[in-house]
């Protein structure tokens, strides 16, 4: 068994005792919610599929993602950065993106601006993380296609060496979810 074996069989494990740890603490008398009672079943029934789609698993599947296409699209970087053809790919990048950005954001009454009119607590800011990996992705993706290589194999390529990242994501999601439930978060 590999070491990522080991640890996401403990992984595993921590996810089944976790219910009854909360009810074992609960009936000790420490101030948590106990998975078992009434409403925690509820609670674990209604919200069971939410780790599927958490930050954490997107967060996984998006760095695997971005280090697949970077493995087969720029590696070797020596070779990568002495073309000329990477330069116009990326000031090509650049421009649009930019431009885009300022589209967006440039009107007073835009609607990705916060209520107050600012870039703090808006929504283009909470969604630039991902835009910003979702448009490197496609940035490698159009790079590497060049170079005649499918891109099914460069989305994948981590995913198919790594197989239980997605997997270890979505059991780190569930424990989470337990214990922000567990201590009323």
Avoid at 44 to 56: G, K, P, Q, V, Y
Avoid at 67 to 93: D, M
Avoid at 154 to 173: E, K, Q
Wanted: hydrophobic share 50%.
């Amino acid at each position: 068994m590999s070491n990522s074996e080991r640890n996401f069989a403990c992984l595993l494990v921590m996810a089944a005792l976790l219910p009854f740890l909360s009810w074992v603490l609960s009936v000790l008398g420490v101030p948590c919610r106990s998975i078992f009672d009434d409403d925690g079943l509820r609670w674990l029934f209604r919200h069971a599929a939410d780790c599927l789609h958490s930050r954490i698993v997107a967060f996984t599947l998006c760095c695997l993602m971005m280090q697949g296409v970077i493995r087969e699209s720029l590696v070797p970087f020596g070779k990568t950065f002495r073309q000329s053809r990477f330069y116009r790919f990326a000031a090509v990048y650049a421009v649009v993106f930019i431009c885009i950005l300022i589209a967006i954001a440039a009107p007073d009454n835009s609607p990705l601006l916060s209520i107050t009119g600012g870039l703090v607590g808006s929504p283009l800011l909470d969604g630039l993380p991902f835009l910003g990996w979702f448009s490197f992705i496609v940035f490698c993706l159009c790079y590497g296609h060049n170079s005649h290589k499918s891109w099914a194999k460069m989305l994948t390529y981590t995913i198919r060496n790594h197989p239980l990242a997605i997997p270890f994501a979505v059991v780190t999601s569930f424990c989470w979810q337990c214990i922000e439930y567990m201590l009323n978060l």
